[in-house]
């Protein structure tokens, strides 16, 4: 939208004519239609959106084309004696897994649990009496299951054998673990820490508003757009999930950005208002040019915010492809809610805005204290002040710090998510653990390659036997089994009769074959280097490498090939809007390296504490595994990129509206910082409150995005863009707006205005 701008004789200064467009026109005329247009739409979203959650999976980590992920899908549908997704620990009520009534009750659960719709395979110790599946005890044995059909599928399928396992039958104590189950409870609990997150952050969201407002109207007006933001927040999830694959985390994440970020920008529309009535403006004119002016940077700030989560989509995973549509579809609807809900409010609210005021009492008491500095932003005029008087020293400084930060970052390992992502009282994380404890050699993560039988050139059972012997003598290689036996360092191990018929019946089908090899380092993150040594092996015919460790190689080598054409796409996006916004070279490159800078310390305090297991009595108990998910750092860096951007295009705004108003670069940026440095600081602490939130979440996977974007918008509203951000641009100049001749004519067509 174009603003028409007027010379103003007395101050000197351009000044947005308040002559109301089309669209502002019909906001102001039909202002009371619009809000209950907007209240029956949040009504209808409230309806649309109820289930949201039932539609989420808490999986989908992995891209489905990757070698790993074809491997465990043709295991899973052709191999009943592939590798279980949910493994059952039964436990005799009396007695030990033999006796008379355990072992019938043992095998009739059995026989339950093999006509259950969705199981493709049981493998039972009352069924195959393998000593691997019984406790050295003998107080307990495992059941083991392979459930068909996807992870969703699988997950319905555990939901329903959990809940008929529920009763304690006196004969036998049924616990579960496994994939299926993890999967299952993190669903469930990312749901429980949705409704406990809710109930933190809007008291101290309301809070915050009234200490930065004082009205309980004015504070009022930002969280009803927040809380309508959260409500089409659930529509367009169910929505998405519809079309494509959701993540579970997608629930808790987007509800926390879609409610900070419209907070965020009603608070900046609000406070513009407020300083527009207090110059003396009509309500209407108030409201005009808020909508030009603050309304204008709202948009521009979603769009930048849109930007940096559209690179998610460059990456073939589900789950990160998932929170960028949903993130990008949030963000827009943040900003419109913001836009035409809050100006229609202001102006039915108009000048009873701040009424209602809560510390009225307090605030009288201050203010000839006030009116004698004459300064109502005193703090941050002598940052500004601060700034500006040794920029050389601040710059120096700040740097160091966020260098310091970084240096844990060079110890980055990558891993996956296992059922140490739940709480370790959960149910199912005490019996992965006894499992681990109890059951070693069922709790073993073999790399799995699957040979795909060929009708027309099958493979002999010499080449299969000569391929699993090579592989045996590999470095990192414990042992191999096949359908044939088991190698260790290239010799086979003699088997009986039984051990062979079970052998044979748990690697073959009628689709070929498979072949477990158990690496020596029980972490996937350290067993690495064995699934490149077998997928350089020649083998007997095209295969698949699969298992935790094969993913894990995959999921960091797509990361890897596709991490430099996201930073392009933000890098690019972001240069290309703040030079149409500010019509300079050197700013938005100053950006990119100071929003660079902040994020990689933001990283190395994630590594410090998540992957080394330091500060856990600050950030709340959680189970460290040596290593950071491979997703997740990616996803922070998006999100935080684009929350960094939202704060300097705030900066900027004024600091370039300043100097457009004649000021120098030095005033411009004085004025900048002092008018920005409360607004944004409350905005950050709104957005701190959400994140921390999240950050209090049991899931570990919630836990580090929230302290990471929690790091992230602190570092950026306090030391980045109150110190970092003005002393380079005082330290610049008035080469802070400078660009090419051609450049220039081009911004002064294209270039972004009110």
Request: charged content about 15%; aromatic content about 6%.
């Given at each position: 939208?174009?603003?028409?701008?007027v010379?103003?004789?007395?101050?000197?200064?351009?000044?947005?004519?308040?002559?109301a467009?089309?669209?502002?026109?019909?906001?102001?005329?039909?202002?009371?239609?619009?809000?209950?247009?907007?209240?029956?739409?949040?009504?209808?979203?409230?309806?649309?959106?109820?289930?949201?959650?039932?539609?989420?999976?808490?999986?989908?980590?992995?891209?489905?084309?990757?070698?790993?992920?074809?491997?465990?899908?043709l295991?899973?549908?052709?191999?009943?004696?592939?590798?279980p997704?949910?493994?059952?620990?039964?436990?005799?009520?009396?007695?030990?897994?033999?006796?008379?009534?355990?072992?019938?009750?043992?095998?009739?659960?059995?026989?339950?649990?093999?006509?259950?719709?969705?199981?493709?395979?049981?493998?039972?110790?009352w069924?195959?009496?393998?000593?691997?599946?019984?406790?050295?005890?003998?107080?307990?044995?495992?059941?083991?299951?392979?459930?068909?059909?996807?992870?969703?599928?699988?997950?319905?399928?555990?939901?329903r054998?959990?809940?008929?396992?529920?009763?304690?039958?006196?004969?036998?104590?049924?616990?579960?673990?496994?994939?299926?189950?993890?999967?299952?409870?993190?669903?469930?609990?990312?749901?429980?820490?949705?409704?406990?997150?809710?109930?933190?952050?809007?008291?101290?969201t309301?809070?915050?508003?009234?200490?930065?407002?004082?009205?309980?109207?004015?504070?009022?007006?930002?969280?009803?757009?927040?809380?309508?933001?959260?409500?089409?927040?659930?529509?367009?999830?169910?929505?998405?999930?519809?079309?494509?694959?959701?993540?579970?985390?997608?629930?808790?994440?987007?509800?926390?950005?879609?409610f900070?970020?419209?907070?965020?920008?009603?608070?900046?529309?609000?406070?513009?208002?407020?300083?527009?009535?207090?110059a003396?403006?009509t309500?209407?004119d108030?409201?005009?040019?808020?909508?030009?002016?603050?309304?204008?940077?709202?948009?521009?700030?979603?769009?930048?915010?849109?930007?940096?989560?559209?690179a998610?989509?460059?990456?073939?995973?589900?789950?990160?492809?998932?929170?960028?549509?949903?993130?990008?579809?949030i963000?827009?609807?943040?900003?419109?809610?913001?836009v035409?809900?809050?100006?229609?409010?202001?102006?039915?609210?108009?000048?009873?805005?701040?009424?209602?005021?809560?510390?009225?009492?307090?605030?009288?008491?201050?203010?000839?204290?006030?009116?004698?500095v004459?300064?109502?932003?005193?703090?941050?005029?002598?940052?500004?002040?601060?700034?500006?008087?040794?920029?050389?020293?601040?710059?120096?400084?700040?740097?160091?710090?966020?260098?310091?930060?970084?240096?844990?970052?060079?110890?980055?390992?990558?891993?996956?998510?296992?059922?140490?992502?739940?709480?370790a009282?959960?149910?199912?994380?005490?019996?992965?653990?006894?499992?681990?404890?109890?059951?070693?050699?069922?709790?073993?993560?073999?790399?799995?390659?699957?040979?795909?039988?060929?009708?027309?050139?099958?493979?002999?059972?010499?080449?299969?036997?000569?391929?699993?012997?090579?592989?045996?003598?590999?470095?990192?290689?414990?042992?191999?089994?096949?359908?044939?036996?088991?190698?260790?360092?290239?010799?086979?191990?003699?088997?009986?009769?039984?051990?062979a018929?079970?052998?044979?019946?748990?690697?073959?089908?009628?689709?070929?074959?498979?072949?477990?090899?158990?690496?020596?380092?029980?972490?996937?993150?350290?067993?690495?280097?064995?699934?490149?040594?077998?997928?350089?092996?020649?083998?007997?015919?095209?295969?698949?490498?699969?298992?935790?460790?094969?993913?894990?190689?995959?999921?960091?080598?797509?990361i890897?090939?596709?991490?430099?054409?996201?930073?392009?796409?933000?890098?690019?996006?972001?240069?290309?809007?703040?030079?149409?916004?500010?019509?300079?070279?050197?700013?938005?490159?100053?950006?990119?390296?100071?929003?660079?800078?902040?994020?990689?310390?933001?990283?190395?305090?994630?590594?410090?504490?998540?992957?080394?297991g330091?500060?856990?009595?600050?950030?709340?108990?959680?189970?460290?595994?040596?290593?950071l998910?491979?997703?997740?750092?990616?996803?922070?860096f998006?999100?935080?990129?684009?929350?960094?951007?939202?704060?300097?295009?705030?900066?900027?705004?004024?600091?370039?509206e300043a100097?457009?108003?004649?000021a120098?670069?030095?005033?411009?940026?004085?004025?900048?910082?002092?008018?920005?440095?409360?607004?944004?600081?409350a905005?950050?602490?709104?957005?701190?409150?959400?994140?921390l939130?999240?950050?209090?979440?049991?899931?570990?996977?919630?836990?580090?995005?929230?302290?990471?974007?929690?790091?992230?918008?602190?570092?950026?509203?306090?030391?980045?863009r109150?110190?970092?951000?003005p002393?380079?641009?005082?330290?610049?100049?008035?080469?802070?707006?400078?660009?090419?001749?051609?450049?220039?004519?081009?911004?002064?067509?294209?270039?972004?205005?009110?």
């Open positions: 939208m174009a603003t028409t701008v010379h103003d004789e007395r101050s000197g200064k351009r000044e947005p004519e308040t002559e467009g089309p669209f502002l026109r019909v906001l102001l005329r039909r202002r009371g239609l619009v809000l209950v247009a907007a209240l029956l739409l949040m009504i209808l979203a409230g309806v649309v959106g109820r289930d949201a959650g039932d539609k989420l999976t808490s999986g989908a980590y992995l891209d489905p084309s990757a070698e790993s992920q074809r491997a465990a899908a295991l899973t549908q052709e191999f009943p004696g592939g590798p997704n949910l493994i059952l620990i039964a436990e005799a009520g009396k007695g030990t897994v033999e006796s008379p009534a355990t072992l019938a009750s043992g095998r009739e659960l059995t026989a339950q649990l093999a006509e259950t719709p969705g199981v493709g395979a049981v493998h039972s110790y069924a195959t009496p393998d000593p691997s599946l019984r406790a050295d005890d003998g107080r307990s044995a495992l059941i083991a299951l392979q459930l068909t059909g996807g992870e969703h599928a699988a997950q319905e399928t555990a939901a054998i959990i809940d008929d396992l529920g009763e304690d039958s006196g004969t036998l104590r049924v616990s579960a673990t496994g994939p299926a189950a993890v999967g299952l409870a993190v669903d469930e609990q990312a749901e429980s820490d949705l409704v406990s997150a809710e109930m933190v952050t809007l008291p101290i309301l809070l915050v508003l009234l200490l930065v407002f004082g009205s309980a109207i004015a504070a009022g007006l930002p969280l009803l757009v927040g809380a309508g933001a959260v409500v089409g927040t659930l529509a367009v999830l169910g929505l998405l999930a519809e079309a494509t694959t959701m993540s579970t985390y997608a629930l808790n994440l987007t509800t926390a950005l879609g900070g970020l419209a907070v965020d920008y009603s608070l900046f529309l609000v406070t513009r208002f407020r300083e527009e009535r207090r003396g403006r309500v209407e108030a409201v005009v040019i808020t909508v030009r002016t603050a309304g204008r940077t709202v948009v521009f700030s979603a769009l930048t915010v849109a930007l940096s989560l559209s998610l989509l460059l990456f073939p995973m589900p789950f990160l492809r998932s929170l960028g549509y949903a993130g990008i579809a963000t827009a609807l943040a900003a419109l809610t913001a035409v809900l809050i100006p229609a409010m202001l102006a039915l609210v108009g000048h009873r805005l701040d009424r209602v005021d809560l510390f009225a009492p307090i605030r009288r008491r201050f203010t000839r204290r006030r009116a004698r004459g300064e109502d932003r005193l703090t941050w005029h002598r940052i500004a002040a601060l700034v500006m008087r040794r920029p050389v020293l601040i710059l120096v400084s700040v740097s160091a710090v966020l260098i310091l930060l970084v240096l844990p970052f060079a110890g980055v390992r990558f891993g996956l998510l296992d059922h140490r992502t739940l709480p009282d959960h149910p199912v994380a005490k019996t992965a653990e006894r499992l681990a404890r109890d059951y070693p050699s069922a709790a073993e993560d073999p790399i799995t390659v699957v040979v795909p039988g060929r009708e027309a050139t099958p493979v002999g059972e010499d080449e299969l036997d000569q391929y699993a012997a090579r592989l045996s003598t590999l470095p990192g290689v414990a042992t191999v089994e096949t359908a044939t036996g088991r190698y260790v360092d290239g010799q086979t191990t003699a088997t009986t009769g039984q051990q018929d079970r052998l044979n019946a748990s690697y073959t089908s009628a689709a070929g074959t498979w072949v477990a090899v158990t690496p020596s380092a029980a972490d996937p993150a350290d067993a690495r280097s064995v699934v490149r040594d077998i997928r350089d092996q020649p083998a007997p015919g095209p295969v698949l490498v699969g298992g935790s460790a094969a993913t894990l190689v995959d999921a960091t080598d797509t890897a090939d596709r991490l430099p054409w996201a930073l392009g796409v933000i890098a690019l996006s972001t240069f290309v809007l703040l030079f149409l916004f500010t019509g300079s070279l050197l700013i938005p490159l100053k950006a990119i390296v100071t929003n660079l800078l902040s994020l990689s310390a933001t990283f190395g305090a994630l590594v410090y504490v998540f992957q080394e330091n500060l856990r009595w600050l950030v709340g108990d959680f189970t460290p595994t040596g290593t998910e491979t997703t997740l750092p990616v996803l922070v998006c999100i935080a990129f684009g929350l960094s951007m939202d704060y300097e295009v705030f900066l900027l705004s004024r600091i370039t100097h457009r108003n004649g120098t670069t030095t005033e411009a940026v004085a004025q900048g910082l002092q008018r920005t440095g409360g607004l944004i600081t905005a950050a602490a709104i957005l701190v409150t959400v994140f939130a999240l950050a209090a979440s049991n899931l570990t996977a919630l836990k580090v995005i929230g302290v990471g974007l929690t790091l992230a918008v602190i570092l950026d509203a306090t030391i980045v109150g110190l970092l951000v002393a380079i641009m005082r330290l610049a100049g008035e080469a802070n707006w400078w660009a090419p001749a051609p450049l220039r004519r081009m911004h002064s067509r294209l270039g972004l205005t009110d």
